[in-house]
Every structure is written in C-alpha cells, then in structure tokens.
C-alpha cells in the first residue's frame, strides 16, 4: 500500500496544478501580509481569502484527479491488491498532496508573519479543511459514474458549504428570531465543517465581541478545552464518515 | 481450478450473466466464444474481481474469491481495450507493476524480446498505437508466469507477424500446463490451440465441451464448421 501511495503521490506533486496552487497561496498570503499594516487584521482577510478557495481547489482537483485515474485503478485491480489499499492509496496520497501545498503556500507565510495561537490554529483548520474536501470529493465521484456530473456535483457541494448553508442560517435565525436560538446555533455549526473552522479562528482572534451575544455563547462553549476537543473530533468525523462511506461503495462497484 | 458457481449478475434491467456454473482443470485450454453483448468480458471481469456478481461467485483453488486477492498474483490478465496511466511510459508501467508484485527475479520476458518493446519503453502509454497497446497488455500478461491466463480478444489489433509470435507464445506456455481462458471471434485462430469450447448466449453457457467430442460430435474437423453446426442446430 505504501508502494501504491508512492506512485500516487508522486503523479499529483508532478502534476502542475498542484504548483500553480500553491504558488499562488504563497502570492495572496504574502500580498495580504505586506497590505495591511497590522497582522491580525491580514490574518483576517486571508481566512476569508482561504475559506474560500482552498475548499473550492480541493474539491474540483481531487474529483477530476480520481476520474482521470480510473485506468489507473483498472490496471491495479487485475493485480493482486485489495481494493480498499487501492481506495486509501488515493486517499493519502490526494490529502497528502494538497495539504503539502497549502502548508507551504499558507502555511509558511503565517508562521513568517504571525507565528501565535492564532496562526497556528489558522494552518490546522485549513489542513483539516483541505482534508475534508479530498474526503467529500472521494464520496461524490464513487456515487457518480459520468465525469461531467461528478464535477457538477463537487461544484454544488462546495457552492452548499461556503454559501447556501451561511443562507439557510439566516433564514433560520430571522425565521425565529422571537426564540433563544444560540444554542442550537452551537450544534448547527457542526453540519459545515467552515463555519466550524471560521468560528475557530475568529475566537482566537479575540474579535467574538463582534458577533454580539452569540459570539459571547461561542465563546463560553468553543473557547474551553472541551469545546477545542469537540469541535476537532467534529472534523475528524467530517473526514472519516465520507471516506467510509465512499469505500463500502467502491468495493461493491463494477469497473 | 477455476469454479463458477450460480453466477448471476445484471446491470439495471439486463441481465447479463444467467445462473452460469462451469469447472475447468489445470492444462486446459478454454475457448470462450459467443455473440457480441452475451457476457463474455462480464464473466471474465467477474473472475478477476472487478465486476461483483449479485449472487454466486468464482472458486479459485476451492477459496471463494469474494473474501480474496492474493489469487489474483496467480492471473495473468490481458484486457481487450488495455487502459493505462496515459502519463506513464511502458517502463515505468512495467516498473511499477514489478515494484507492487514484489517480484523481480525469474521474470518472462519473452514477449517483451519479441516484440521488440524494450526500444519503446521511453514512449508515454497516451500515445501508443492499438497494436502497440496489445503487445504491453500481452507481456504484462505473462510477466509473472502465472498459471492462469485470461486473454480477451488477444489478436484483435495486432499484426499477423505479432499475432503468430503471441500464438506460438501461448502453444507453449500450454504445454508447461498453464490454464487458458481465451476469447475470441476469429474461430480459424483458435483451432490449434484450444482444447475446450465454452458457448455462450445470452448470458447463458449453451455448452461447455472438450474439442475433440464436439468435432467427433457434429462430423466436422474445422472448429468454425463444427461451432457452425452446433449453433444451427441449437437454434434451429
């Protein structure tokens, strides 16, 4: 299996989308940093910057990578290998990958320009991000056998996460504005793993204030220890419940 | 060695393979022939483990194949349409497959000579040939000596020199006792080398017989006469 992810990930690090992304990481982070005269408020605008991208190149990246990979995993089928090494191969070696390039195109940026809890906690929640969006695109190509509308479909997952949930919120929030809602709001987060990680952020940025009585209700629960240990195992979950799911279908599906 | 059990198998509404059983032994030689679409490949696919039956399964050496994979370092595969990494090049190809197979020593690398690939290995797997692409499929086939072969329709694309070098390979390799499971349209091909003819229709096997009773059967000494006969007469 080891082999396997050998070859795989030396196929994507040759691959020069990859390089494009993360050259152009490197570019934004460094162009955001050197804009604004204080860190925190560059920190802020490249979280925005990130939640929006690194979702979006993962999930187009590791959909098409494994549609294009399908002689790949035909010529290793006939060989004799378990299915599921084949499945986990593509999955360490597309994770592994992107999160390479995020850590060196946002990664060493923050850690040059603000190197406090903030921005380490900034560089773990977009490598559990990026994680997670390799792990969302297995599931969507494994259900999906025509490429155009697996893309399709990554591209209206991604649109879900990073705008139609914000808006669903809303609506709820408005909807029922006469009710206390900040607890269940808690438990909302849970559904998206990028509000999970904004709100992450945006408490150790110590600017909860802004967000006015939930901030304060997010504070008092995601700011402990246990509420760090929860939301972490949250996108742990994120990661291995697609994953799972999309490799109990691969080894039923006919190639 | 190779038992099929009750194999059945639909995609949506057609039902491609039809409570299919069959056993063969070591030595033989199977010819699988039928119609366009009537399960040939899905049977063959079902075999290796990339297609999984609905119900039924493939024995191989009496182990059920369904909880399996080690058998497969036994099979040498050569597919009908070969579908590789289009960024490799065969070297690398060969490389790899070696490299996972953890087998490097006592390799076959017969047709590889004979084919001359050795000079191509530089080229990428995107832009090879048809019959350049059956010629690696063929040498991967038979790399790793295994004692099962499955061919799918193996001179489909190659030259007369290549195909009479693949046909000499496998008269052989049939004689150090392999298993042969060979598909194929062109039944003049297979008359010297098949010891065993399995029909298909429909997903259903019509008949699966020695070569030598069918011919004595039916009063006919060419293979493509005698199959001729046999489908005239079952349809008839």
């Not at chain 1, 946002?106 to 994680?131: D, E, F, K």
Request: hydrophobic share 50%; net charge positive.
């Amino acid at each position: 299996m080891i082999k396997i992810v050998k070859y795989i990930l030396l196929d994507i690090l040759r691959n020069k989308i990859v390089l494009a992304y993360t050259l152009f990481l490197l570019a934004i982070s460094f162009t955001v940093f050197s804009l604004e005269d204080s860190v925190q408020k560059g920190l802020l605008s490249l979280l925005n910057l990130i939640l929006f991208i690194v979702p979006l190149v993962n999930i187009i990246f590791s959909t098409i990578y494994i549609y294009n990979s399908s002689e790949f995993i035909e010529l290793l089928l006939s060989q004799p290998i378990k299915r599921r090494s084949i499945w986990l191969s593509l999955f360490i070696g597309l994770a592994s990958a992107l999160s390479i390039s995020f850590l060196i195109g946002a990664g060493i940026p923050v850690i040059l320009y603000c190197s406090s809890a903030t921005g380490l906690m900034m560089v773990l929640m977009g490598v559990l991000i990026s994680i997670i969006f390799v792990s969302i695109a297995m599931l969507a190509t494994v259900k999906t056998r025509d490429k155009a509308k697996g893309i399709g479909v990554a591209i209206m997952l991604w649109l879900y996460f990073s705008l139609v949930f914000d808006g669903l919120v809303l609506f709820l929030l408005f909807q029922f504005a006469d009710y206390p809602l900040e607890q269940p709001m808690i438990g909302l987060t849970a559904f998206n793993p990028l509000d999970l990680g904004r709100i992450m952020i945006l408490l150790k940025m110590d600017v909860s204030a802004l967000m006015g009585y939930t901030g304060a209700i997010f504070k008092d629960f995601f700011g402990t220890q246990k509420g760090l240990a929860l939301s972490i195992f949250v996108m742990l979950l994120w990661i291995c419940l697609p994953l799972l799911f999309s490799l109990r279908k691969f080894n039923r599906k006919d190639l | 060695m190779i038992e099929a059990i009750n194999i059945n198998k639909s995609f949506g509404k057609l039902q491609v393979l039809n409570d299919i059983s069959f056993s063969s032994g070591v030595g033989e030689c199977i010819a699988l022939i039928g119609p366009n679409g009537c399960g040939k490949t899905t049977l063959i696919k079902c075999l290796l483990g990339m297609v999984v039956p609905d119900s039924g399964g493939f024995r191989f050496k009496g182990e059920d194949i369904a909880k399996g994979w080690a058998y497969r370092s036994l099979i040498g595969y050569m597919p009908q349409i070969g579908r590789y990494p289009e960024n490799m090049k065969i070297g690398q190809v060969m490389d790899m497959l070696t490299d996972i197979r953890q087998k490097h020593d006592g390799l076959d690398e017969d047709l590889i000579g004979a084919f001359q690939l050795k000079k191509l290995y530089n080229k990428r797997m995107g832009t090879l040939s048809g019959g350049t692409m059956q010629k690696v499929s063929a040498s991967i086939a038979f790399l790793f000596r295994p004692e099962v072969l499955i061919l799918d329709e193996p001179t489909a694309g190659l030259d007369p020199i290549a195909s009479e070098i693949l046909k000499e390979k496998i008269l052989v390799e049939k004689q150090n006792g392999k298993l042969f499971l060979i598909t194929s349209h062109i039944l003049s091909e297979l008359d010297d080398l098949v010891s065993h003819i399995v029909y298909m229709q429909d997903g259903h096997i019509i008949f699966y017989k020695a070569i030598d009773a069918l011919k004595t059967e039916v009063g006919e000494t060419k293979l493509a006469k005698a199959v001729a006969h046999f489908m005239n007469n079952t349809t008839s």
